[in-house]
């Protein structure tokens, strides 16, 4: 039987890491709020649709080029996985948009190995 190991890891960034860092949650925040938009115009987004439409902004963009893909791609599973909740529990609205002055700079990258 595999058994999975979690770590929780602490990080004390220096002063070009923590702009750095701040640079990759502005470009998640862009695309949860961009996921966001798609959803309230109607055109449904799964996470497949959001990842297709990932590819595309990247080519076009190159601050979004800039970044992780790895993270902007946990930011949209994280999007699906909240709009998913939202069908599913009962009282639960769908996701918001977020401002910068109104949320805390998180950032999720999902790392895990089997022992």
Not at 27 to 36: D, P, Y
């Amino acid at each position: 039987m595999d058994e999975t190991v979690r770590y929780t890891y602490r990080l004390r960034p220096g002063h070009q890491a923590e702009d750095a860092l701040l640079a990759e949650w502005g470009r998640g925040r862009w695309l949860w709020n961009e996921a966001v938009h798609q959803q309230r115009s109607g055109h449904k987004p799964t996470f497949g649709k959001l990842s297709k439409l990932l590819t595309e902004t990247r080519s076009r963009l190159a601050w979004l080029r800039e970044g992780s893909q790895v993270a902007q791609q946990q930011t949209l599973r994280t999007y699906s996985a909240a709009l998913d909740k939202s069908f599913a529990v009962k009282g639960r609205s769908r996701p918001k948009a977020k401002r910068r002055k109104d949320t805390r700079p998180t950032l999720r990258v999902s790392a895990w190995t089997g022992v």
